[in-house]
Nanobody, 121 residues
Framework: QVQLVESGGGLVQPGDSLRLSCTAS????????MGWFRQAPGKEREFVAA???????TYSANVKGRFFFSRDDKTNTATLIMHKLMAEDTATYYC???????????????WGQGTQVTVSS
């Protein structure tokens, strides 16, 4: 069982940067052991990005080049650094662990409770 504790989020203006952090209670051996999904009102949950302790990361086309990961091995914490935020990035962001491709979509075995990111002028 993996517990995930999220921090960060909030209200920012378009073009601003923001950080979301997620601390896992244990480190797993999954290819992508930590990452983020998001869900906007009225929309399906979508994959954002995932990372592994080996340094491998993958990003959705919507955020590639704007979002990056930073990791802290000592605290099992992965931080998503988000730049050039747009109104379309507004959503509830969910930390996840043991992320994998199901064959049709990205999903995960463990989920955080979610943190709100609002991008508005």
């Amino acid at each position: 069982q993996v517990q995930l504790v999220e921090s960060g989020g909030g209200l920012v203006q378009p073009g601003d940067s923001l950080r979301l952090s997620c601390t896992a209670s244990v480190r797993t051996a999954s290819t992508y052991d930590m990452g983020w999904f998001r869900q906007a009102p009225g929309k399906e949950r979508e994959f954002v990005a995932a990372t592994s302790w080996s340094g491998t990361s993958t990003y959705s086309a919507n955020v590639k080049g704007r979002f990056f990961f930073s990791r802290d091995d000592k605290t099992n914490t992965a931080t998503l650094i988000m730049h050039k935020l747009m109104a379309e990035d507004t959503a509830t962001y969910y930390c996840a662990s043991e992320i994998y491709w199901s064959g049709d979509w990205w999903t995960a075995n463990y989920w955080g409770q979610g943190t709100q990111v609002t991008v508005s002028s």
